[in-house]
């Protein structure tokens, strides 16, 4: 099993920056892929980006490009995710994920709320 714990979420203006984080434990060595998806009110959750965990190489959804950026720290075993030029659609619940076997996601976090005024 593996365990996840989301922080940095909270409201800010649009345009405005967050860094949200993830830190895993439990049977991190077993990971091979850490993530974000996100679920806004009324929708259905989305991905939004993905991190191989040894090598590093990073898919977006195509509407976060450009703006969000993931990155991982391999001694702390956590990942980041930092949200730049934010828009009122990016408002929702974001979930940290963990995979054991690409491309599937086994593990969830609780969730953290980002609020982008306008």
């Known amino acids: ?9 909270g409201l800010v203006q649009a345009g405005g920056t967050l860094r949200l984080s993830c830190a895993a434990s439990g049977r991190t060595f077993s990971m091979t892929d850490m993530g974000w998806f996100r679920r806004a009110p009324g929708k259905e959750r989305e991905f939004v980006a993905r ?50 076997s690409t491309p599937t996601m086994d593990f969830w976090g609780q969730g953290t709320q980002v609020t982008v005024s306008s």
């Open 51 to 100: 991190i191989r965990w040894r090598g590093g190489t990073a898919d977006y959804a195509d509407f976060v490009k450009g703006r969000f950026s993931i990155s991982r720290d391999y001694a702390k075993n956590t990942v980041y995710l930092q949200m730049n030029s934010l828009k009122p659609e990016d408002t929702a619940v974001y979930y940290c994920s963990a995979g054991i």
């Open 1 to 9: 099993q593996v365990q996840l714990v989301e922080s940095g979420g």
